[in-house]
């Protein structure tokens, strides 16, 4: 769970998930830039580190979603700690590339160096260990904030109708009992009143999608709750309601109570 949460939010390319990744690298690439600048003799001053680490941010945000959708496909089975230790030293491979790149243009060329083996190597391993950093750091905050939106969504799943029970004032409750047509209004009855809505009894009846309740004439929905009996009368048929509401029904809707054994 823990890994599909990560390839979610790393591979992601959803407008909305892309601008929190970006979001929280430049968040980060910031506070890092404070706390653990690359210049620790002092030779380049702020706003150079500072341009430094907002390179890095720039490199990743390029360089993560492209990097998530190669490599995790390939890593299914693998622990999350494995793969993520694997995803980061890869998306130091251009942060690696960017720090050289720094150092030549804005060290070197003042005070040109003869690199070493030592050289490399630390860059290898400091450009690995602090997007570790990053990618970790950032990975915590991801974890957190999707499994707190995926409990949320969980424990708070839409209830059948719900789009049309927002439309009622609280003071309504849900307890609906039927909807009324008159000219372009709904007259929604609840076992707490009844109120007038601007809308189309084709539009509410989908809105109430799933909720037990039939559309039983052209002009009338009621709610499977609320019905105490259905009567004949001659030909005609009649749902009495449990708020002793009489409602016609429609001989083309007979057949659909009989198949939820109303009749």
């Not at 823990?2 to 790393?10: C, G």
């Not at 009567?231 to 007979?254: E, H, T």
């Amino acid at each position: 769970m823990v890994l599909k949460l990560l390839v979610d939010f790393w591979s992601t390319q959803d407008g909305k998930g892309r601008a929190h990744k970006c979001g929280l690298l430049l968040l980060t690439a910031t506070i890092l830039a404070f706390l653990l600048p690359y210049d620790s003799n002092g030779e380049l001053d702020f706003v150079l580190g500072a341009g430094e680490w907002l390179g890095h941010a720039l490199i990743l945000m390029a360089s993560s979603g492209i990097t998530a959708r190669w490599l995790f496909p390939r890593l299914t089975n693998t622990n999350t700690l494995i793969a993520m230790t694997l995803y980061s030293a890869i998306n130091a491979v251009p942060v690696l590339l960017l720090s050289i790149v720094f150092d030549y243009i804005l060290v070197s060329y003042n005070t040109p160096l003869s690199y070493g083996a030592d050289i490399y190597l630390w860059w290898i391993a400091e450009s690995f260990v602090l997007t570790l950093l990053v990618i970790g750091s950032i990975s915590i905050v991801a974890i957190k904030f999707e499994f707190s939106e995926y409990e949320t969504k969980a424990t708070t799943s839409p209830q059948p109708g719900q789009k049309f029970l927002n439309r009622l004032s609280p003071e309504m409750g849900a307890d609906l009992i039927c909807l009324e047509m008159e000219d372009h209004y709904l007259r929604v009855h609840t076992a707490k009143g009844s109120i007038l809505v601007h809308m189309r009894m084709t539009d509410a009846v989908n809105e109430l999608e799933n909720f037990p309740g039939f559309q039983v004439h052209r002009s009338w929905w009621i709610s499977a709750d609320a019905i105490e009996t259905i009567s004949k009368q001659n030909r005609d048929y009649k749902a009495q309601l449990k708020n002793g509401m009489m409602i016609p029904i429609s001989r083309s809707r007979v057949d659909t109570l009989k198949e939820k054994g109303f009749l």
